[in-house]
């Protein structure tokens, strides 16, 4: 049986600053400390370098998953993450992408997260802390861990 794992999308598969430079100035003034409040922001995110290819290799030795947490203010964000993943990953991610408050009810044995908020510092498996540590070269350094 495969191990599970799981891995969060903002500052890990997406570069969140990707969609920020593509907004105008009114719509970051407006949605100042809040960005990731904007209407579609989620759509305009490109993949971080090494992600796609990463989640492709990854998902061949692991029951992978996409865990992500989607802005309660930011009704869009939902619908574009999953249009995001649809893009990006095509059908390796089919029916892959779980959007939880709580990461630490889903069980598995690895979660790759840049952070340790909603959950990912309950979580029961091995937190892997994306770009700090051990992981701050980033993808490079995660497959080095995870791949045999």
Same mark, same amino acid.
């Not at 059908?91 to 959007?99: D, S």
């Given at each position: /049986? ?6 969060? /999308? &903002? ?32 759509? *305009? /995110? ?9 989640? %492709?290799? *990854? ?34 991610? %089919? ?25 990912? &510092? ?27």
């Amino acid at each position: /049986m495969k191990k599970v794992l799981y891995i969060d /999308m &903002d500052n890990v598969l997406v570069d969140f600053q990707s969609g920020i430079d593509q907004l105008d100035e009114e719509t970051r003034e407006r949605y100042a400390d809040r960005l990731d409040e904007v209407p579609g922001i989620f759509a *305009l /995110m490109a993949p971080n370098p090494g992600a796609i290819e990463a989640y %492709h290799q *990854l998902s061949t030795i692991y029951d992978t998953y996409i865990l992500s947490t989607a802005p309660w203010e930011n009704p869009s964000a939902w619908s574009d993450k999953l249009q995001w993943v649809k893009r990006h990953l095509g059908e390796v991610a %089919h029916k892959r992408l779980i959007l939880s408050h709580n990461k630490h009810l889903n069980h598995g044995d690895f979660l790759v997260d840049d952070r340790t908020k909603n959950g990912v &510092d309950k979580f029961e498996g091995t937190h892997i802390h994306f770009g700090c540590g051990e992981f701050e070269n980033g993808w490079p350094a995660v497959l080095e861990y995870l791949l045999p």
